[in-house]
T-cell receptor, first 115, second 111 residues
Framework: DVKVTQSSRYLVKRTGEKVFLECVQDMDHENMFWYRQDPGLGLRLIYFSYDVKMKEKGDIPEGYSVSREKKERFSLILESASTNQTSMYLC??????????????FGPGTRLTVT | DAKTTQPTSMDCAEGRAANLPCNHSTISGNEYVYWYRQIHSQGPQYIIHGLKNNETNEMASLIITEDRKSSTLILPHATLRDTAVYYCIVKRRGGADGLTFGKGTHLIIQP
């Protein structure tokens, strides 16, 4: 079974702090994704990566950056956390387009609260 | 991506088959139907997908009408652990963008 793990289930940070959310997958998937999920707004794509050191902006990249130094690991960085970044953050991975790209496997999520 | 329409909520008795409908009347020829679910406080889980033939895996069956304008996800013997929000999504298989979940169907399995 595909396993996607995220570094924390719950995280509380203060406004202005730098926050790192880590995601690791064990299926040798090329693609990795970071989403956030908010009530009433559904799932929104922040960034995705289709290869090591490659990244693409999703729908809401402002205030975030990402890092992919190894194939299995994709990090989401909040340079200066703000209260409007309080959310559930979900990491996912998948094979390349045409080989199951939309069969995305999600981690358990990190519920981040910024105070 | 084609728009999908699902009922807001459904109930099903434990042990019975749960049939979740989805309308996608504007689906294009190269678009697939995908189903995901999300159990409370967990990440979404991929269930199944199909193009035009019926599909079955260890979790569920997917029935797509001949005109492809609607589909039904079937959980053959629902358990309490199947209580979740179920999302029907239509995507072009060769695409490379993110997933977008609508409101989905909140399926409640009753003991």
């Amino acid at each position: 079974d595909v396993k996607v793990t995220q570094s924390s289930r719950y995280l509380v940070k203060r406004t202005g702090e730098k926050v790192f959310l880590e995601c690791v997958q064990d299926m040798d998937h090329e693609n990795m994704f970071w989403y956030r999920q908010d009530p009433g707004l559904g799932l929104r794509l922040i960034y995705f990566s289709y290869d090591v050191k490659m990244k693409e902006k999703g729908d809401i990249p402002e205030g975030y950056s990402v890092s992919r130094e190894k194939k299995e690991r994709f990090s989401l960085i909040l340079e200066s956390a703000s209260t409007n970044q309080t959310s559930m953050y979900l990491c996912a991975s998948s094979p390349p387009p045409g080989q199951g790209y939309y069969e995305q496997y999600f981690g358990p999520g990190t519920r981040l609260t910024v105070t | 991506d084609a728009k999908t329409t699902q009922p807001t909520s459904m109930d099903c008795a434990e042990g019975r088959a749960a049939n979740l409908p989805c309308n996608h009347s504007t689906i294009s020829g190269n678009e697939y139907v995908y189903w995901y679910r999300q159990i409370h406080s967990q990440g979404p889980q991929y269930i199944i997908h199909g193009l035009k033939n019926n599909e079955t895996n260890e979790m569920a069956s997917l029935i797509i009408t001949e005109d492809r304008k609607s589909s039904t996800l079937i959980l053959p013997h629902a358990t309490l652990r199947d209580t979740a929000v179920y999302y029907c999504i239509v995507k072009r298989r060769g695409g490379a963008d993110g997933l977008t979940f609508g409101k989905g169907t909140h399926l409640i399995i009753q003991p």
